[in-house]
């Protein structure tokens, strides 16, 4: 089985701060990892996705994340933080099997102040 | 640039209504989804859909769920009873494949809210 687990359930920065959103995960088999965004009244928005290529995943708004098989962690950074860049953001686990679905974490609210 | 689209965006029911809660996938989209967030808690995963038929489902989906797409093109979850703790913020996701590696393309939701 899969899980995810989001360490702080709310962050905040200053604008121009670096973003570090965490995530671990747990599975028994090589995982597919993401980073979905929420914006208020919108749906989920693919952020980007660890498939087994590089370690090192770079996705849109400046986001990337680094997968990192010894610490079974998948953290999301942003070397400056924009006001636009606040939101909620899941974490989620998937695996290379018929009909899996996307096992995501509780979700971060990241705050972002002037 | 194509999308999920879900409606109502929020919908009030009383304890003990059917409700039915609609989606429209991608159109070239093969597998489709739904998903709840309660309110403070994780986004769950409530069933897998393909081929017109569930492909796995959660725990969560028990007798008072069902799901349906009557046609080519809508996709919709009915909750036949509601319970309070049904309120949720329920979302649809679809996929042009299977595989794990493919993203999902999620709706905007639909907030129930059951009184």
């Given at each position: 089985?899969?899980?995810?687990?989001?360490?702080?359930?709310?962050?905040?920065?200053?604008?121009?701060?670096?973003?570090l959103?965490?995530?671990?995960?747990?599975?028994?088999?090589?995982?597919?990892?993401?980073?979905?965004?929420?914006?208020?009244?919108?749906?989920?928005?693919?952020?980007?996705?660890?498939?087994?290529?590089?370690?090192?995943?770079?996705?849109?708004?400046?986001?990337?994340?680094e997968?990192?098989?010894?610490?079974?962690?998948?953290?999301?950074?942003?070397?400056?933080?924009?006001m636009?860049?606040?939101?909620?953001y899941?974490?989620?686990?998937?695996?290379?099997?018929?009909?899996?679905?996307?096992?995501?974490?509780?979700?971060?609210?990241?705050?972002?102040?002037? | 640039?194509?999308?999920?689209?879900?409606?109502?965006?929020?919908?009030?029911?009383?304890?003990g209504?059917?409700?039915?809660?609609?989606?429209?996938?991608?159109?070239?989209?093969?597998?489709?989804?739904?998903?709840?967030?309660?309110?403070?808690?994780?986004?769950?995963?409530?069933?897998?859909?393909?081929?017109?038929?569930?492909?796995?489902?959660?725990?969560?989906?028990?007798?008072?769920f069902?799901?349906?797409?009557?046609?080519?093109?809508?996709?919709?979850?009915?909750?036949?009873?509601?319970?309070l703790e049904?309120?949720?913020?329920?979302?649809?996701?679809?996929?042009?494949?299977?595989?794990?590696?493919?993203?999902?393309?999620f709706?905007?939701?639909?907030?129930?809210?059951?009184?």
């Amino acid at each position: 089985a899969q899980s995810v687990t989001q360490l702080g359930s709310h962050v905040s920065v200053s604008e121009g701060a670096l973003v570090l959103l965490r995530c671990n995960y747990s599975s028994s088999v090589p995982p597919y990892l993401f980073w979905y965004v929420q914006y208020p009244n919108q749906g989920l928005q693919l952020l980007l996705k660890y498939t087994s290529a590089a370690t090192l995943v770079k996705g849109i708004n400046g986001f990337e994340a680094e997968f990192k098989k010894s610490e079974t962690s998948f953290h999301l950074t942003k070397p400056s933080a924009h006001m636009s860049d606040a939101a909620e953001y899941f974490c989620a686990v998937s695996v290379n099997q018929a009909g899996t679905a996307l096992i995501f974490g509780k979700g971060t609210t990241l705050s972002v102040s002037s | 640039e194509p999308e999920v689209t879900q409606t109502p965006s929020h919908q009030v029911t009383q304890m003990g209504q059917e409700v039915i809660l609609r989606c429209v996938p991608i159109s070239n989209h093969l597998y489709f989804y739904w998903y709840r967030q309660i309110l403070g808690q994780k986004v769950e995963f409530l069933v897998s859909f393909y081929n017109n038929e569930i492909s796995e489902k959660s725990e969560i989906f028990d007798d008072q769920f069902s799901v349906e797409r009557p046609d080519g093109s809508n996709f919709t979850l009915k909750i036949r009873s509601t319970k309070l703790e049904d309120s949720a913020m329920y979302f649809c996701a679809s996929k042009i494949v299977q595989g794990g590696n493919t993203e999902a393309f999620f709706g905007q939701g639909t907030r129930l809210t059951v009184v």
